[in-house]
């Protein structure tokens, strides 16, 4: 894999990484991707048990299932992309979220790490016990359609949103 490219669990060794990360989506206007992302990090421990309670299933939303959240760093620690795991599947994720959610640092995609991320992504998924992971995306984003099906996916039946948005779902077997 280039770069010698890892996911790491969020820590505050790479408090000064992270913040370049979020700040780089802030400033591209886009929305952020996956949803953790949007946690404020201006109290970094805060947003450090957050993540951490969320893998437990600790303070949730009703409804919610645990997730777990992963950095892929490089060898320098720089931070190129975020990957939340959602434990399982409600009926909003088996039909719009899926098992997966990632994101590339704006300035680094078209890179080849979507694919490094999702790819790591589904050997964690593993770990956790999912056998079957589905990643889907919007009909409109076909870099994250090459992206899953580089990695695996097959097409299951889209899910039309009440918005109107067309969203593509497929499952990997990891």
Known sequence: MKQHLKLVE?????????????????????????????????????????????????????GWLPDSTFWLTNEDDRILGIVN??????????????????????SERRKGYATAILQLALEKAKELGIHEALVVCDANNEGSMKTILNNGGVQDTDHIEENGNVVKRFWIGV
């Open 10 to 62: 969020p820590s505050s060794e790479l408090q000064a990484a992270y913040h370049s990360y979020y700040n780089e989506w802030v400033e591209s206007g886009e929305n952020m991707i996956p949803f953790v992302l949007q946690k404020d990090p201006a109290d970094f421990e805060a947003m450090l048990l957050y993540l951490r309670n969320n893998s437990r299933g600790i303070g949730q939303p009703e």
């Open 85 to 106: 795991i959602r434990h399982g599947l409600t009926e909003f994720l088996r039909k719009s979220g899926g098992h997966i959610g990632y994101g590339i640092r704006p």
